[in-house]
């Protein structure tokens, strides 16, 4: 049983990884069982064959389908009086009373030692394993992917190697622009998602990085302060991770409710399929939108600014229910995790109460990131012959113009499917009308004490105006 938010996308990586994986565990002499079905079936089958005591796991946070299936087998451990021992693989905290010290807890589980590899052989040739599916088995089309992410531990290491030796010194400056951060973000997003590489061992080998920066005889160069920039730049998003994860493992539900209850009505009874569809597909009009999301069809990956400005545009320029939109990214993203997901989603979309809107415009996104069109023009080569001076609104052509280089407006490419100002102007208002009722508001500061960042002072002001920052990782 598959969940709709689950995609050909996960199933590859996680099957790369799994090979890997079974490999590893051979030349410490243990098997990786394989085995298909539901977890309470394969489990119940496996405690026929062997009356095991105790079972260990890393904590999940994950979609609704992981969380029923966790209670499941949660009732089915303790009828058969098993130990079901959990193990926290990042900052999240199970069952967490106050947000007061997570910050302080998150710190100090980064700074713990990670478990070493075992040595003992544990063999076990007599529990029979099944063969891990191709992926054209289970989907019906095999994804595209980026040709340097291939799921597993090598391939992680590898990542982290290359972004610490050369690729992050310019993380914090080129993070945002679809040209650059292909190169210059870690795209250690899909390895920590899958476990192939724990939290810890990324946080420690920044640290430790950054002690070697600060020991050098030149730690006072230029290039040293770039490095030293971007390497705190990404520790915060690292922590940022984990405070986002925290919202779904604390409230499950608001993978399908708005986080505050004061905007539920919202957009649930004017949902636009046609504009659904054209959003889906990469054929709205607006050349970032649909480069954006042609890459990710290709790819599975495009770089955080990129995915709030096609949430951001889904929500406010097309008026589409959050919900139907997430699914639709998440079986997109290779690096998908529900828990950074569906918050993330509500923040860019304005119900979550505490956050500031931001609302981008795609025009102004290639102005500032892709001036010259070359993300563009890799994505949709029909506006291969648009010259720069309108690559951001295709439209505002002449009809000479247009006929003169073969890019027709609502034949060869699309005509904007809205009107960009009206719309924005719409949004603005209908969401300030909900915001400033004083039931939002109550409603709010309840959202922000459950769920609020504490590692500044609890002022008004900056419940209103909490930063936004990217998990591009």
């Known amino acids: ?57 890393h904590q999940e946070t994950g979609n609704d389908l992981t969380y029923r299936r966790d209670q499941k087998m949660k009732s089915w451990t303790k009828h058969h009086q098993i130990d079901w021992i959990e193990y926290r693989q990042h900052g999240v905290v199970r069952r967490l009373s106050s947000r007061n010290s997570w910050s302080s807890q998150w710190l100090q ?10 040595t003992l052989r544990v063999c076990t040739d007599e529990i029979t394993s099944e063969r891990i599916p191709d992926t054209h088995e289970i989907f019906t089309d095999k994804p595209a992917k980026a040709p340097w992410r291939i799921g597993g531990e090598k391939s992680a290491h590898e990542t982290l190697d290359t972004f610490l030796e050369s690729r992050g010194r310019d993380y914090q ?135 709030a400005m096609l949430v951001s545009f889904a929500s406010y320029h097309l008026w589409l229910h959050w919900r139907p939109t997430s699914v639709a990214l998440a079986r997109l993203f290779t690096d998908y995790e529900p828990g950074i997901h569906y918050p993330q989603f ?39 012959s648009v010259p720069r001076e309108f690559i951001d609104q295709p439209s505002k052509m002449s009809t000479y113009e247009q006929q003169r280089l073969g890019c027709i407006i609502g034949k060869d490419y699309p005509s904007p499917i809205v009107n960009e100002s009206r719309a924005i102007r719409t949004a603005k208002k209908r969401l300030s009308d909900i915001r400033n009722q004083s039931a939002s508001r109550t409603e709010a500061r309840k959202v922000f004490v459950k769920h609020g960042s504490r590692r500044r002072p609890q002022r008004h002001a900056q419940m209103r105006k909490q930063r936004q920052l990217g998990f591009d990782l």
């Open 1 to 57: 049983m598959t969940s709709a938010d689950f995609s050909a996308f996960h199933y590859q990586f996680i099957r790369e990884s799994l090979l890997e994986l079974k490999q590893s565990l051979r030349e410490i002499g243990a098997n990786l069982l394989i085995r298909r079905g539901s977890c309470l079936e394969v489990f119940e089958k496996l405690y026929e064959s062997v009356k095991f005591q105790r079972i260990h796991s």
């Open 109 to 118: 589980l980064m700074r713990t030692r990670s478990f070493s590899v075992p």
């Open 173 to 307: 400056r080129e993070m945002s622009s679809p040209l650059t951060a292909e190169d210059s973000c870690s795209r250690l997003s899909a390895y920590i998602a899958y476990g192939n590489i724990s939290m810890r061992t990324v946080f420690q080998r920044i640290e430790l990085q950054k002690r070697r920066f600060r020991d050098s005889a030149s730690h006072r160069s230029r290039q040293n302060k770039t490095w030293m920039t971007s390497l705190t730049s990404y520790e915060k998003r690292l922590r940022w991770h984990c405070h986002f994860i925290q919202k779904l493992e604390d409230e499950p539900k608001i993978e399908f409710e708005n986080m505050s209850r004061s905007y539920d009505g919202l957009r649930e009874n004017e949902f636009n399929d046609e504009f659904f569809e054209a959003w889906k597909s990469g054929s709205t009009g607006f050349p970032m939108v649909d480069a954006c999301i042609r890459c990710l069809r290709q790819t599975g990956w495009i770089n955080f600014r990129m995915r």
């Open 346 to 384: 509500q923040m860019q979309s304005g119900t979550t109460g505490i956050n500031a809107l931001r609302i981008y415009s795609p025009a102004k996104q290639v102005r500032d990131h892709d001036p010259q069109g070359v993300f563009i023009k890799r994505w949709l080569p029909e506006l291969e």
